[in-house]
Structures are given as structure tokens and as C-alpha cells.
């Protein structure tokens, strides 16, 4: 005998599937508009009270505002090319939050090889929430380097401002990237 799924069942599947689909969506815009530089595009990806935890500041970016701050403190083509890329995200719904973990690895050239090589690589501890609208956003990311090349990338700046502090800051070769 045969088990036909009922219409409730079937529309509860796909629900689940275009919310992972939307999800995806918005993990790889990360990449793609920071390393381009699409601002707009980047903070689109958050929520207005996210939390964003990069390695590189001595604390999390919390709002908009800081996060917006960190973005433009960040490198972007064509004054520096990157990229961000994900790999093997877990995605755990649950209504409408999400719990996302993946690993991630950045590709840089350097001076001293012909080629493209990875700078660094981790792993992405998400958070997301559908939002009113009814777009998966980020709530929260912790960005876990497990390891990073000592030599910076090329093109790479040795100062920035720092969204937490207004103020320039000498970050440490390679780190001026906070993935």
C-alpha cells in the first residue's frame, strides 16, 4: 500500500525547504556584498539589533550602526580582492529563528605566491529570525578563526578605524579582515 502524503504534510515541506532556500540566501550574500562592497546589501543581511562577533575587535559589533561602522572598516574590491566562501552549513529551523553552523575559508593573493591561497579559516555560528517582512536576517555571528596565515594579503591596509572606538587602530598583519 501506497502513502500519499497529505496537502497539510506536503505544504509543511516546502515551507521548510524555501525557508533553508531564503536562509542560504542570505549566508551568501554576507560574502558577495562584503567582499564587493555592498553596503546596503551587507546591512540588509541584519536585523536592526544583531549582534556581530568578528575576531578582530575586542568585542562584539552590537546594531546597526557598529555593524555598518565594521563593514566600512573592512576591505572590499577593487582595493582589495577576497573571498569569503561557506562551506557544509547545518541549518536548524525552529518557527522563526534558525540556528546555522558552517565552516568558512578566505581566499587572498599574495605577493609572495603566483596564485590565490587561504588566508584563514573557522567556523559561523548563526542566528537568524524571519523578519516581518519575511526575510531571514542575521541576529548573530560568531565568527570562530581556528586559523589564519601570518603574512598579510596584498593590498592589505595596516590601519583603520575601529567601529568600536572611532579612532584608528593598529590591527596585526592579516587580521585586518574580520571574515
Request: overall charge negative.
Amino acid at each position: 500500500m501506497t502513502h500519499t502524503p497529505s496537502a497539510k504534510g506536503i505544504t509543511q515541506r516546502l515551507q521548510v525547504l524555501e525557508d533553508k532556500r531564503a536562509i542560504l540566501n542570505t549566508l551568501h550574500a554576507y560574502g558577495h556584498c562584503l567582499d564587493y562592497g555592498d553596503e546596503e546589501g551587507f546591512m540588509d543581511c541584519w536585523t536592526a539589533d544583531a549582534v556581530l562577533g568578528w575576531a578582530v575587535y575586542d568585542g562584539p559589533l552590537h546594531g546597526h550602526d557598529r555593524i555598518r561602522a565594521g563593514f566600512r572598516a573592512h576591505t572590499h574590491a577593487p582595493d582589495a580582492w577576497h573571498k569569503h566562501l561557506l562551506a557544509e552549513p547545518q541549518i536548524s529551523l525552529h518557527g522563526d529563528t534558525a540556528r546555522v553552523h558552517s565552516m568558512f575559508f578566505r581566499l587572498d593573493p599574495y605577493i609572495s605566491t603566483a596564485g590565490p591561497e587561504i588566508y584563514a579559516f573557522g567556523r559561523y555560528i548563526d542566528t537568524l529570525r524571519r523578519c516581518a517582512d519575511g526575510r531571514w536576517r542575521f541576529a548573530g555571528r560568531v565568527v570562530e578563526k581556528e586559523a589564519a596565515r601570518a603574512e598579510a594579503p596584498a593590498l592589505a591596509a595596516d590601519r583603520r578605524t575601529s567601529p568600536t572606538t572611532e579612532s584608528p587602530t593598529t590591527v596585526h598583519p592579516g587580521a585586518d579582515h574580520g571574515n
